[in-house]
C-alpha cells in the first residue's frame, strides 16, 4: 500500500514467481497489477488484480479502508489479471456499486455469477462521478485492447486512470529503462489497435493530465510529454530508432552467417544503429518489439519443406497478427537447391499495409560466396537509400 496523494492510494501487487504473461511472454522480473483507491465523501475502487494475488490485495484494501466500506467498485476492464476478484469484492461488500460500462456488463456473466441484488451503474463518454471533491470522468476507449476498455479522469489532482494503456512488462521495484519493456509490452498486447490509441492520445491531450495509473507497471509523475511522444509514435506506427533490424532463422549456422556479413556491411556503410535476432533463440516478443522500432528491416532464413525455415514463419504470423506497416524490407534466402524463403516470405509481406520490399533479393546457396558479399553490398545500399 502506497499514498499517491491525501485521497489516493495504491493497493496494486508486484508478482515476482509468474514465467509467463499471458501464458506467452516472458517476464524476467514479475509483473505488476496495479489497483487503487479513491478516499472522499464516496469511496471507489478503481479494479481488482489477479486472482493470484487476492489475499495479499484484499489486505491492503482494508488498510486503506480503514474501516470504512467502499461505495463504488470501478470496472475499466474485464480481462482476469485486473478482475479476477470482482465477485469476491462483492461478496464481502455487497452494498458497493459496480461501475462499467455497457459492454462491461454485457460481458460481466462470462465471468462471474453476481446475486441480483448487486447494483450496477452504467456509465458512457463523458459522464461523471461525484465522490465529494473528486469527481471522475470516463472516456470510452474500446479496443485498447478488448471492446469494454474505459478510462477514468479525476480533474482536482489530475489522476489519469488509463488502464493497459502505458503499462509495462516487470514489477515495480525493478530498477530498468521505462522504454525498452513498455515498447515491448505494447506491440505485443496493444500494437494492433494503433489507430484506437491514437483516438486515445487526442482524448488526453485536452486533459491537465498530473500523474498517469496505468494498471500495469510504475505510476507516471514526471516528463509525460516523454511517454505520450512514445505512444504517439507507436500507436501511429512511426519509426522511433534510426537503423535497421537484422531479424535471421538459420538452421545449420550459414545463414546466420550471412546476416552477420549484413550487419557488417550496413554499419561499414554508416547505419547508425544495426540490431539483430536470431528467431530461433531469442524472445520473439522482444523480436515484434524491434521490427515495429526500426523503419528499414532485413528478413534472412533458410528455405524449409518448400517454404521457409519456422521461426521466420512464426515470427511474420506475429507481425501480421499486430499489424505490421510502414516498413522497407530487404531479403536473404538460403537454400541448397531449391532456395524457396523469398518466396515464401513476399507472400506474407503482400498482407501488410505499406510494406516496401527491396528489389535486391539475396539468394544464397548452402554457404556465403564473394558473389554473395557483392549482392549484399548492393542490397544494403538499396535498403538505406531513402
Known amino acids: ?82 478482475a479476477s476478484n470482482i465477485g469476491k469484492f462483492c461478496e464481502k461488500y455487497p452494498k458497493a456499486t459496480l461501475v462499467g460500462n455497457a459492454k462491461t456488463f454485457a460481458m460481466l456473466p462470462q465471468f462471474f455469477e453476481l446475486e441480483p ?31 469494454e476498455v474505459m478510462m477514468e479522469y479525476e480533474k482536482s489532482e ?25 515498447r515491448r509490452y505494447y506491440f ?3 500494437g494492433k489497435y494503433g489507430a484506437q490509441v491514437q483516438s486515445l492520445l487526442k482524448k488526453a491531450a485536452v486533459l491537465d493530465i498530473k500523474t498517469i495509473c496505468p494498471l500495469h507497471g510504475p505510476i507516471l509523475t514526471e516528463n509525460l510529454e516523454y511517454y505520450i511522444n512514445l505512444y504517439n509514435i507507436w500507436s501511429s506506427y512511426g519509426v522511433e530508432t534510426e537503423g535497421v533490424f ?48 526500426y523503419g528499414k528491416v532485413v528478413l534472412a532464413a533458410s528455405s524449409y519443406d518448400g517454404g521457409v525455415f519456422l521461426p521466420m514463419e512464426d515470427f511474420l504470423t506475429h507481425l501480421k497478427a499486430k499489424a505490421y506497416q510502414g516498413r522497407k524490407i530487404a531479403i536473404i534466402e538460403n537454400g541448397s537447391w531449391a532456395p524457396s524463403a523469398a518466396r515464401t516470405i513476399k507472400a506474407s509481406l503482400e498482407t501488410m499495409k505499406n510494406t516496401t520490399v527491396c528489389e535486391g533479393t539475396v539468394t544464397i546457396k548452402s554457404t556465403v560466396k564473394p558473389e554473395n558479399i557483392a549482392a549484399m553490398e548492393a542490397l544494403a545500399d538499396e535498403l538505406l537509400a531513402d
Request: one cysteine or more; glycine letters at 6%.
Open 1 to 82: 500500500m502506497k499514498k499517491l496523494s491525501d485521497a489516493v492510494i495504491y493497493i496494486g501487487q508486484d508478482d515476482k514467481e509468474l514465467d509467463l504473461f499471458e501464458s506467452q511472454y516472458m517476464i524476467e522480473n514479475g509483473m505488476a497489477y496495479n489497483s487503487y483507491v479513491i478516499i472522499d465523501e464516496k469511496i471507489a475502487v478503481m479494479e481488482t488484480i489477479d486472482k493470484r494475488k487476492t489475499a495479499e490485495w484484499f489486505a491492503d484494501l482494508e488498510a486503506a479502508l480503514d474501516g470504512r466500506t467502499p461505495d463504488y467498485l470501478v470496472i475499466s476492464h474485464l480481462e482476469p489479471d485486473h
Open 117 to 147: 441484488s448487486v447494483e450496477k451503474l452504467t456509465v458512457k463518454e463523458g459522464d461523471t462521478l461525484s465522490l465529494g471533491s473528486h469527481e471522475l470522468t470516463f472516456i470510452m476507449t474500446p479496443m485498447i485492447h478488448w471492446p
Open 158 to 182: 489530475g489522476f489519469f486512470f488509463s488502464a493497459d494503456a502505458f503499462g509495462k512488462f516487470g514489477t515495480l521495484d525493478t530498477d530498468e529503462d521505462w522504454a525498452c519493456e513498455a
Open 188 to 190: 505485443n498486447i496493444v
Open 246 to 293: 537484422i531479424a535471421y532463422a538459420s538452421v545449420h549456422g550459414n545463414t546466420k552467417g550471412a546476416a552477420e556479413k549484413m550487419k557488417e556491411i550496413l554499419e561499414a556503410k554508416g547505419c547508425p544503429k544495426v540490431a539483430i535476432a536470431d528467431l530461433s533463440r531469442d524472445d520473439i516478443a522482444e523480436c515484434v518489439e524491434d521490427a515495429f522500432r
